[in-house]
T-cell receptor, first 110, second 115 residues
Framework: DAKTTQPPSMDCAEGRAANLPCNHS???????VYWYRQIHSQGPQYIIH???NNETNEMASLIITEDRKSSTLILPHATLRDTAVYYC???????????FGQGTRLTINP | KAGVTQTPRYLIKTRGQQVTLSCSPI?????VSWYQQTPGQGLQFLFE???????NKGNFPGRFSGRQFSNSRSEMNVSTLELGDSALYLC??????????????FGPGTRLTVT
């Protein structure tokens, strides 16, 4: 699985959009980008995934660059409950194993 | 639909003992994976089971083992506990589909403390 690089921490004001970057410069053509988050002491929660097109669901939007070497997770209107560690993971479609990095600790401030 | 459940939620054991943790996947999910989370090493993959067979294994010693039952429920066992085994053990289940990517749903975890 390709390695990902994320900033260790970020802050965002409540109500603003939170933009979390992820670099995955060695991503292969058959690898998907997944995002999970982990709120303190809970199990990780799936957010969104994508291959090469931008994706949006009720939780977030995922923007993948054309060369697929980086992506951005966007939480459009961050709330205090979005404070969590966010993990960007790349993996092959059929692979079960998730390789977690250190993630980005996002703090939403009132 | 009920989520992934793990029992017990908290456990305290002594060095040298053994422990068994249980995971019930989401109904209809046939794949179960286990992860260990520690402050130092983060989230690490232990193993994955599908149809009662271990399909993938992480880089953990043989003291860590697991199994899956015909109803997809899974257990993991750690023998001869060491202090370093203190961790949050997470179970995740997913639908197994060959042609589409699938997400894993995690349970709340079992917090194991070894003294």
């Amino acid at each position: 699985d390709a390695k990902t690089t994320q900033p260790p921490s970020m802050d965002c004001a409540e109500g603003r959009a939170a933009n979390l970057p992820c670099n995955h410069s060695t991503i292969s053509g058959n690898e998907y980008v997944y995002w999970y988050r982990q709120i303190h002491s809970q199990g990780p929660q799936y957010i969104i995934h994508g291959l090469k097109n931008n994706e949006t669901n009720e939780m977030a939007s995922l923007i993948i660059t054309e060369d697929r070497k980086s992506s951005t997770l966007i939480l459009p209107h961050a709330t205090l409950r979005d404070t969590a560690v966010y993990y960007c993971i790349v993996r092959v479609k059929g692979a079960q194993k998730l390789v977690f990095g250190q993630g980005t600790r996002l703090t939403i401030n009132p | 639909k009920a989520g992934v459940t793990q029992t017990p939620r908290y456990l305290i054991k002594t060095r040298g003992q053994q422990v068994t943790l249980s995971c019930s996947p989401i109904s209809g999910h046939r794949s179960v994976s286990w992860y260990q989370q520690t402050p130092g090493q983060g989230l690490q993959f232990l193993f994955e089971y599908f149809s009662e067979t271990q399909r993938n294994k992480g880089n953990f010693p043989g003291r860590f083992s697991g199994r899956q039952f015909s109803n997809s429920r899974s257990e993991m066992n750690v023998s001869t506990l060491e202090l370093g085994d203190s961790a949050l053990y997470l179970c995740a289940s997913s639908v197994l589909a060959a042609e589409v990517p699938y997400e894993q749903y995690f349970g709340p975890g079992t917090r194991l403390t070894v003294t």
